[in-house]
């Protein structure tokens, strides 16, 4: 298996523009989610989705994120309008019962907003 | 609300040095605790996971322990190697849910 495929893997775009980051998961794992880190504050749970049904959208910063899952490979982070202080590394995890729940991770998308 | 705390922040040893990374978290009702390096700029790589009802799992040089009562876990780092340098993150999953919290990290410098 590739593991989990984000992309891009770096963007670099200015202050108000929309930005969508992209990720596949694992084939047969029925989790994923969503992090966001950064220097200050670390690892940070955006949301996650259970079977492509979005379970705790709570971490979310504010109403200019959104996340979708429309089928088991593929989920999208959207940022509208995007600000410099949402500058960070995005990052997607995916898991399943098989293997304890252990995560797995992709490379993230460096997010760099001008 | 669940916290973890990774101690040291940052370590340096020399080559060859056993080590040993703490973990500690505040609520013992855990799914499961997982391990992971992160080289710069790369994502987490896992290392060791341990289910709740486990007491250690080991992996090479790599030894991680757990013990849910005292709210502790210690990885510990076998005849350690330049190439072991890297941020080492504790994540601890709930049994109430799916969130995970990670620690902040340990940054471990191995010296040729």
């Known amino acids: 298996d590739a593991g989990v495929i984000q992309s891009p893997r770096h963007e670099v775009t200015e202050m108000g523009q929309e930005v969508t980051l992209r990720c596949k998961p694992i084939?047969?794992?029925?989790?994923l989610f969503w992090y966001r880190q950064t220097m200050m504050r670390g690892l940070e749970l955006l949301i996650y989705?259970?079977?492509?049904?979005?379970?705790?959208d709570s971490g979310m910063p504010e109403d200019r994120f959104s996340a979708k899952m429309p089928n088991a490979s593929f989920s999208t982070l959207k940022i509208q309008p995007s600000e410099p202080r949402d500058s960070a590394v995005y990052f997607c995890?995916?898991?399943?019962?098989?293997?304890?729940?252990?995560?797995?991770f992709g490379s993230g998308t460096r997010l760099t907003v001008v | 609300k669940q916290e973890v705390t990774q101690i040291p922040a940052a370590l340096s040893v020399p080559e060859g040095e056993n080590l040993v990374l703490n973990c500690s978290f505040t609520?013992?009702?855990?799914?499961?605790l997982q391990w992971f390096r992160q080289d710069p700029g790369k994502g987490l790589t896992s290392l060791l996971l341990?289910?709740?009802?486990?007491r250690e799992q080991t992996s090479g040089r790599l030894n991680a322990s757990l013990d849910k009562s005292s709210g502790r876990s210690t990885l510990y780092i076998a005849a350690s190697q330049p190439g072991d340098s890297a941020t080492y993150l504790c994540?601890?999953?709930?049994?109430?849910?799916?969130?995970?919290?990670f620690g902040a990290g340990t940054r471990l410098f191995v010296k040729a």
């Open positions: 995890a995916s898991s399943f019962r098989g293997d304890g729940y252990g995560y797995t």
């Open positions: 084939s047969g794992h029925d989790y």
């Open positions: 989705f259970n079977n492509n049904v979005p379970i705790d």
């Open positions: 609520d013992s009702a855990i799914y499961n």
């Open positions: 341990i289910q709740s009802s486990q």
């Open positions: 994540a601890v999953r709930d049994t109430g849910g799916f969130k995970t919290i």
